[in-house]
């Protein structure tokens, strides 16, 4: 299907086709009590989908795209009469169920059920507009520049196969030569009733996930541990059963409760954790997998590459009985919306469990990465701050996130106070340390990775670490950096006397500098923090 430009399709056609404004999902508001927003009682089964869609790509656009590898849930009621489809439209993910009538090995689902339902609505200038839902409908579309049929009264309906292993949508089709497709899709409703959305399933068939997420025994005792990875870390649950050792709680973003199970070799003292299913988010599967990794240099100074091994797919720890850590200092562990392929992942490159005990700590020291204080944004002049803060203390111990915080300084060597007429979000009217973990969506970003600073103008600006573990208060030294001149930043408190040499993209040429001084290249070099032209 070819990209479509609805300002010249209304030129064309008059309103009768495609002339609605594109509204995207936004968040959805519970209080329509017909929205089935529950898991119904019953079994439920999880299926990988293949077929064709249709989306809103952006104002004023559309385009057809591909259901595979989307997931789907469909819970099989008590008295086996009822069938419930959650997320029922491949790429409008609102969390609702709807409801089927399972009769003669098929499922009939009832056209006009309302799937979605958004209160408060804006339009593109920001003025308010009565409020609006989504509903089921059949979708006919009659060729890119003719128009499209909508049916709110029939049924979509899937025919089960082998036994609930296959679900396939009957009665759709596409011929992409013309751009005629039949589909499952969502219209409008209120002042906007009947509009297409743009949404669309067609050819839609349903593959039963043979695998189900992992179930610890009942009753197993968890151990607060720490997980680590490079500079960063987080809390999970741990136990030990037997020869089994389960993890609940290493994917941060997608599925924080999901549970991933290994086995211990006594004899050997290895972990082996294989690939497995982790559970799903929003549409999508996620599996832990292990990965062989590459570390590649990009401006921050090194990133890994990720690269699945078809022929083993898991991860192997080295395990330490007497401090019941373990760890990997080779592969990765990543959460990943694939089997086949890395893809939509959150990664764990060399990772170390540990159980944690609290204590007081001084952290290691942060660094400003990047201060670039000519940025321009929302209108105006501003700086761009990007900082690293190990969520670790001087020895590589893991610190707990929440009683972490940092401190900026600028010229004068005074905190810098963040406003909360300036950063929405924040507890207090002003701040001066920043709790590690704060985030306000927009200016400051989490875990600390960089902030909009609204003034420019610095000589330098610096960073502290702050913790508060231990019932204790430790800080570290202050770390400046300058602003960006088109090259990388080098720490002044780090390099101002080992003598550390940098070309102009931030590579490093040798240390200590004494050893190569005179063979150096005609060219400019980064020397003890300083350009320097030889």
Same mark, same amino acid.
């Given at each position: 299907?070819?990209?479509?430009l609805?300002i010249a ?10 002339a609605?404004?594109?509204?995207k999902?936004?968040?959805m508001?519970?209080?329509k ?6 898991q119904?009682?019953?079994?439920l ?5 293949s077929?064709g ?9 559309f385009d057809?795209?591909?259901?595979d ?6 819970v099989? +009621?008590p008295?086996?009469?009822t ?5 029922i439209i491949?790429?409008?993910?609102t ?8 009769k003669?090995?098929?499922?009939q689902?009832?056209y006009?059920?309302?799937y979605?339902w ?6 593109t200038?920001g003025?308010p507009e009565?409020?609006y ?5 059949g979708i006919?579309m009659?060729?890119?520049?003719t ?7 029939g ?13 396939v949508?009957?009665g ?10 039949v589909g ?5 409703t209120?002042?906007y ?14 593959t039963e996930?043979?695998e ?8 197993i005792?968890?151990e607060?541990?720490?997980i680590t990875?490079g500079?960063?870390g ?19 973003e ?6 991933i199970r ?5 004899e050997?003292?290895k972990i ?6 982790a559970g ?12 062989d ?14 690269t ?9 720890f080295d395990y330490?009985p007497e401090?019941?850590s373990?760890?990997n200092?080779?592969?990765?562990l990543i959460?990943n ?17 540990r159980p944690y005990?609290e204590?007081?700590a001084t ?5 400003v990465?990047?201060?670039n204080?000519?940025f ?6 501003l700086?761009t ?15 707990d996130p ?7 300084y ?6 810098y106070l ?7 979000g924040?507890p ?5 340390e920043?709790p ?6 927009? +200016? ?17 600006m610096?960073?502290?670490s702050?913790y ?21 930043l080098v720490n002044?408190s780090? +390099? ?12 490093r040429?040798? +240390?200590p500098?004494s ?9 400019i070099?980064?020397?003890n923090?300083?350009k320097v032209?030889r």
């Open positions: 299907m070819k990209k479509l609805l399709l209304t030129l064309l056609l008059g309103t009768t086709a495609f609605q404004p594109s509204r999902i936004g968040p508001k519970a209080g009590s017909d929205i089935i927003l529950t119904p009682e019953g079994e089964h999880t299926y990988i989908r077929g869609c249709c989306d809103v790509m952006y104002s004023g656009f057809d795209l591909s259901q590898g989307i997931s789907a849930q469909v099989i +009621s008295d086996g009469k069938a419930y489809f959650k997320n491949s790429r409008a993910a969390g609702a169920w709807v409801k089927g009538t399972i003669n090995n098929k499922i689902v009832p006009g059920q309302l979605y958004f209160e408060d609505p804006k339009n200038a003025e009565p409020e839902g989504m509903k089921l409908a006919t009659k060729g890119a520049h128009s499209y049929e909508v049916n709110t009264t049924n979509a309906v899937f025919r089960i196969e082998d036994d609930w292993s296959r679900l949508l009957e759709t089709s596409a011929d992409l030569e013309t751009d005629n497709i499952l899709g969502l219209v409008y209120n002042q009733d009947g509009e297409w959305s743009y949404y669309m399933d067609y050819e839609t068939v349903y996930v043979e189900t997420p992992v179930t610890p025994p009942d009753g005792t968890t607060r541990y720490s990875h500079i960063y987080h809390f999970v649950d741990v136990a030990f059963a037997r020869d089994e050792v389960y993890i609940r709680g290493i994917s941060d997608y599925v924080p409760n999901a549970w290994g086995t211990l070799d006594a050997t003292n082996t954790f294989p690939r497995q299913l799903s988010y929003q549409v999508y599967l996620f599996y832990f997998i292990g990965v990794i590459t570390k590649v240099d990009d401006y921050y100074g090194g990133q890994y590459e990720y699945l091994d078809p022929n083993n797919t898991g991860i192997v330490d401090t019941r373990f760890w200092n080779d592969r990765a959460v919306n694939s089997k086949d392929a890395v893809d939509r992942f959150e990664r764990f490159p060399k990772p170390m469990f005990v204590k007081a952290p290691a020291a942060p660094a990465l990047e201060l204080d000519r321009w944004a929302y209108g105006y002049n700086s701050l990007a900082i690293s803060i190990p969520c670790m203390d001087e020895d590589g111990n893991f610190l929440s009683k972490l915080y940092y401190r900026l600028v010229d004068d060597d005074e905190p963040l406003y909360q007429d300036e950063y929405e924040l207090f009217d002003e701040v001066d920043i590690y973990l704060y985030t306000n969506g927009k +200016s400051i970003y989490p875990k600390s990775l960089g902030m909009y600073i609204y003034q420019n103008g610095f000589e330098r610096g960073i502290q702050i508060y573990g231990g019932d204790e208060r430790h800080e570290t030294g202050i770390y400046y950096a300058k602003p960006y001149t088109g090259i990388k002044e780090q +390099s101002s006397t080992d003598g550390t040499v940098f070309d102009l993209s931030g590579r040429i040798v +240390s500098l050893s190569l001084h005179s063979s150096l290249k005609k060219g070099y980064i020397i923090g300083k032209v």
